[in-house]
């Protein structure tokens, strides 16, 4: 049976539900894709709440179209490297962080145009604190966002349109294969997904997490900065899903699409709220209760619900008092402690 806090306020609530501002229903599902018994009513909705209403995913491929129509160098100019064209890509990947992660961080952090309404972590961002640069997590969050992760962002998008100009990647066009040109969008959120979760594990291995993940792992609470706040190296990782496309042939909107989606929702997703509220009734998903529980335990919850890795290896917290019965549990097996 699900339970929202909202509605069954604070009377009652266990011991896990207490340390949360806001706690969505729950239990937390998994995409319907890879649920049993079959559910074809929750399938549809699941592709509805993602491509068909106001969601992320149908923004981004409105972004991607203009961008690609309006302010992407052709494959001809990108066949040589030159200043000028990466300099245009590094601009506009600029502008969207700053246009989407800054206005997400005023409406809901600065102007607080909401309140606190579905906010899940009641604590205010960190203004101070050793372990951030600058010694400010929102300024520790623009430093490694803005520097390293857009220049990132820029040189996989200017190799593989590098790359595609000249034959070395695949090109797939409209007139191909017009049916397989619009499922690759539907499938780049799932590849994306099954990525992310064995990238994650990896970079929690504790010899890459001590040197690389931990600078991610700063902000035990999150806000719109905190998405793309890694180290370089983790950078490197995390856009490397890209590379899929030097086999698996792509359009350049499909490769604006993915990198766009992996930059973009990494703000979105680490909003620290649910939704965002408009006449009283949340309009746009925005964060995930499922991923802001990573931040705070850590050792749960790697991938994200697209596809459902946690589940099959045990690190799933579906958000209930029983499942966090079984996370610390899990987690004092790990640490060895009595």
């Not at 068909?52 to 100019?77: C, D, F, G, H, M």
């Not at 990198?259 to 680490?270: D, E, P, V």
């Not at 009283?280 to 209760?289: C, I, P, Q, V």
Request: proline share 5%; hydrophobic share 45%.
């Amino acid at each position: 049976m699900q339970q929202s806090d909202n509605a069954a306020g604070q009377t009652g609530k266990g011991a896990f539900a207490r340390q949360w501002h806001h706690r969505p229903p729950v239990p937390i599902k998994v995409s319907p894709f890879f649920s049993w018994p079959v559910d074809p009513l929750r399938m549809i909705r699941w592709i509805a709440d993602r491509w068909v209403n106001i969601a992320e995913n149908s923004i981004l491929v409105v972004i991607a179209y203009v961008s690609w129509r309006w302010v992407q160098p052709s494959l001809e100019e990108t066949k040589t490297f030159a200043i000028g064209w990466v300099a245009e890509i590094y601009i506009r990947n600029l502008v969207l962080l700053l246009a989407v992660a800054g206005g997400l961080h005023l409406y809901f952090y600065v102007w607080k145009r909401q309140g606190e309404r579905l906010r899940f972590d009641g604590r205010d961002l960190a203004r101070a604190g050793r372990s951030f640069t600058f010694k400010n997590q929102v300024l520790d969050n623009m430093f490694w966002s803005l520097g390293s992760g857009v220049a990132m962002w820029t040189a996989y998008e200017a190799v593989m349109f590098w790359a595609m100009a000249n034959g070395y990647a695949p090109v797939l066009a409209w007139s191909a294969n017009p049916v397989w040109f619009v499922v690759l969008f539907l499938l780049t959120p799932v590849w994306i997904s099954f990525h992310f979760y064995w990238i994650h594990r990896l970079i929690h291995w504790p010899p890459l997490y001590k040197t690389v993940h931990a600078l991610h792992h700063r902000n035990t609470n999150v806000g719109p900065w905190s998405g793309l706040s890694m180290h370089p190296v983790e950078h490197l990782i995390f856009f490397s899903s890209i590379l899929i496309h030097f086999l698996l042939a792509a359009h350049p909107i499909h490769i604006l699409f993915h990198m766009q989606h992996q930059a973009l929702t990494a703000a979105t997703s680490h909003t620290g709220f649910e939704g965002l509220v408009v006449k009283d009734k949340s309009r746009l998903a925005l964060g995930t209760f499922h991923h802001q529980m990573h931040h705070r335990y850590f050792e749960c919850n790697y991938g994200n619900l697209e596809m459902p890795w946690d589940k099959w290896f045990g690190s799933f917290h579906d958000g209930t008092e029983g499942s966090h019965e079984k996370f610390k549990e899990r987690r004092r097996r790990m640490t060895g402690a009595a």
